[in-house]
């Protein structure tokens, strides 16, 4: 399993993204099937990680808050595949930084913030690996994580700037530079890639995913699809159909079940994710209905909790503190990378009716949210006041009400 470190998923080619080729990124999904509809259960690294790495919710492992640990009683990923006899090994960025030392793991190496040795590291234990057990390996890059490269081949003046987005030069620059780590994060997939192929053995399950968007507005942080869609590929010789995709709902709690069943574990009933095996196997086109979103805060920078379910065509977000202003590190300034463009937000803002909508947009937000993902799939026009969607609203809201429950 291999984990890039917040991309937002349109920045790869493979999903239409045309500022950076990913090239690696292609040759995986050309191996296996690519899904349209795949999705993070919390848009911050640890809830996200510990959600993929329990199978449960982050209401129910307990990592709800950036930097929060699960408890110390609910199982995580190394027991499950120990339990099959497996050796199970984390590189780099996979759990949250020096957390994954807690995990259980049988080889842990890399895991400071952006230690990018750790791709190298990663290629060279799988090329003197000497055990004859069977490999459960989850490797993460740091990219496209902050600080992103002050160097990029990619032109500011060409970069597609996204409709959530305000246009400002800082902005292009900004977005080249993000493009210049998506093209690390895609390198590095290429080298992991090619080691597997060379040091495990043909019938090897690889995918590829990211734990949430990028570090922009309306991105990390947030339950738009910009914070919680994310590019998922699976590629799995003589099981998977080369070149195949799926629109099939999956979540991050789903990976974990999706693996121990591939392993020939049967996951427990009584974590929240589902396998999707059948649908890698091409036996079934369909897991779930809706997935459900949650953000808390990031310790006390960003306080903006937020609850929310996606089905196939709808978003509805619960916003629980709509008296409060967002911010997060971008418009704070804790991150140089945010703040240079956030400022140039501000700025126009002085002056143009449109860029001080989006800025009001980003610090205020009512108590619900809805959009209809089909004709507006930026997320720009909140339909929770529309008389014609009280129906819809009033489901959403309901099946939100019972998962929290």
Known sequence: LFLIDDMDWRSASLYGGKDVPTPNMKRVAADGMTFSHAFVASPSCAPSRAALLTGLDPMRNGSMINHARPKADVKRWPAYFKDLGYETAAIG?????????????????????????????????????KSSKPLCLIVGTNWSHVPWPKQTNVSADAVEVPANQIETPETRAALARYDAAVANADRDLGLVYDAVKKHLKPDTLFMFTADHGAQLPFGKWNCYDAGVRTPLVAAWPGKIKPGSRSDAIVSWIDILPTYLEAAGGSPPTSLSGRSFLGVLEGKTDHLRDEVYLTHSADGIMNQYPIRGVRTRDWKYLRNLNPDAEHHTHIDKG??????????????????????????????????????????????????????????????LRGKVDAWMK
């Open 93 to 129: 960025k996979t759990a949250h930084y020096a957390q994954v030392t807690e995990y259980g793991f049988d080889h842990v190496s890399h895991f400071k913030y952006h230690e990018d040795t750790c791709i190298e590291a990663a290629v060279d234990w799988l090329s003197a690996r």
């Open 334 to 395: 804790v991150a140089v990378d945010g703040k240079t463009f956030w400022d140039s937000w501000k700025r126009a803002a002085e002056n143009d009716p449109k860029a001080a909508a989006t800025v009001a947009r980003y610090h205020r937000r009512p108590a619900e949210e809805l959009y209809d993902l089909r004709a507006d799939p930026s997320e720009l026009h909140n339909l929770a006041a529309d008389p014609g969607q009280a129906a819809r609203l009033a489901e």
